[in-house]
């Protein structure tokens, strides 16, 4: 890469870490999967800089990148090792009123990793279901039936049974 453009390259990036890492956030629901993620796509986009700089809109080519990313994690070996079973220290309770987004987020993490990624971007980032199925790499239906079947699961879990130690509210 030239100067020029290795300057613009770290210029971009510099700039748009933090957008990148609440959608990791969002879809991996772990600080350390997130930073993964964050660092490959950066990586990815370093070598892929020339195309990616040249696209109409550079700030959806990178979040496309990411997304299939972390869709794509789930077929390497491994992403199936497990150290532990659980967290070895359980994080400090806070009673701030986020346990309505910590339950949300332990039922997130339930569901299937497609219509994970479908549901935060349909429902965090407001995208829409054309951008969601050109995002993927899929068609509009799919987007829509990937939605159903997501919120579908979400309601169940949240209707049926207490997530990670914190019980809904009646």
């Known amino acids: 890469m030239r100067d020029a453009s290795e300057e613009e390259y770290v210029e971009y990036v510099t700039a748009r870490i933090p957008a990148l890492r609440r959608l990791a956030f969002l879809l991996a629901g772990d600080e350390h999967r997130a930073d993964d993620l964050v660092q490959q796509t950066i990586t990815r986009l370093y070598v892929k800089w020339r195309r990616a700089h040249a696209a109409d809109n550079l700030d959806a080519y990178v979040r496309t990148m990411l997304v299939r990313t972390y869709v794509d994690e789930r077929r390497l070996g491994w992403a ?91």
């Open 80 to 170: 199936r090792v497990r150290l532990f079973r659980d967290a070895p220290e359980p994080p400090p309770h806070q009673n701030d009123g986020i346990e309505d987004r910590q339950v949300v987020r332990a039922a997130l993490r339930q569901v299937p990793r497609r219509q994970q990624a479908v549901l935060v971007l349909r429902f965090f980032y407001d995208r829409s279901v054309d951008d969601v199925a050109e995002m993927l790499g899929c068609s509009t239906g799919t987007v829509k039936s990937q939605t159903a079947r997501g919120l579908a699961t979400l309601r169940r879990l949240l209707g049926e049974r207490e997530l990670a130690g914190f019980s809904t509210k009646t």
